[in-house]
């Protein structure tokens, strides 16, 4: 496995700024997830690293070694989409054995047979191996177009949102799954998702990316209660992080014009009076939807709590995040 650098990496596409000035170092044997809205610049970061697009300025280096020129085959790195992209006409077992046959790695059939068997044990997909692609669920096809990418052994994976078609329960039982084969493998993972719980379960690193401009990058507990801005903030955590007027609840600090507030940081019991405007059961707990001083906010209580809409609760501010005018964090 490997270390990846991006240094000062830009790409346009046309007038559009793809990314810009993009700096970003990628532990070997990371778990990096890239986390952002639609055209924050995500895939484009992966295609950058997979050698599909090339910086319009920057470098990318991966185990210290300079990519330029390089094509994604001189790379050594192996790609998860999110459409499976399997050639239907060939088996499971073909579909998985196809990147060992490549001239570039020569590797032995009798490794082939043993690599193919031993990946498709660990993605539960050995039963399914001689069967065509097209007579499979899209979980398995997903599968096979993960182990695909797992039997070669790359210096790096990069996957773009490999789960965001999958059903719910499907999607929760891979992320544990992907998890374990990265902590297992030791393998160097870059992950391109929306899907905050994937950052939040998975990752080592996060990457917060907006319009091509890396905002914020850690541990996803870092990020979560260390956030730098509103962006970065709004990014991970359910229910979202509540945004309201800095001096909402009283005093506030020079300068600051937003307050922010996790379901954690709003203190129940004492304080001001608020209204109950609605109450969601999910089970573990119990979201509640408030109206403090005509503004709507959100918090969690106790999952068995018997309050109903129109009840009063008192509220109070605990250790609140404060933002300027720019969204910047300054408390």
Known sequence: MAEVILDNVSKHFGKQTALAEVSMTIPDGAFVVLLGPTGAGKTTMLRMVSGLDKPDIGD?????????????????????????????????????????????LRTPKTEITRKVAEVAEILQISHKLD????????????????????????????????????????????????KNIQANLGATFLYVTHDQIEAMTMATHVGVLDHGRLVQFGSPREIYEQPVSIYAASRLGQPRINILPADLFGQAPPNATHIGLRPEQIQQGEGQDTLVKRVEHLGDQTRLHLTFKTHDLITVTNAHTALRAGDIVKIQPDRPFYFDATGARIA
């Not at 210290?64 to 239907?88: E, I």
């Not at 499971?92 to 046959?101: A, D, G, I, Q, S």
């Not at 692609?133 to 990069?158: D, F, K």
């Open 60 to 104: 990318v280096l991966i185990g210290d070694l300079d990519m330029k020129g390089l094509t994604p085959a001189q790379r050594n790195v192996a790609m998860v989409f999110q459409q499976y992209s399997l050639y239907p006409h060939l088996t499971v077992r073909e579909n998985m054995e196809f990147p060992l046959k490549s001239p570039l």
């Open 131 to 178: 069967n065509k692609a097209t007579a499979l669920s899209g979980g398995e096809m997903q599968r096979v177009s993960i182990g695909r990418a797992l039997v070669r052994n790359p210096a790096v994976y990069l996957m773009d949102e490999p789960l965001s078609s999958l059903d719910a329960k499907l999607r929760a039982d891979l992320r544990v799954e992907l």
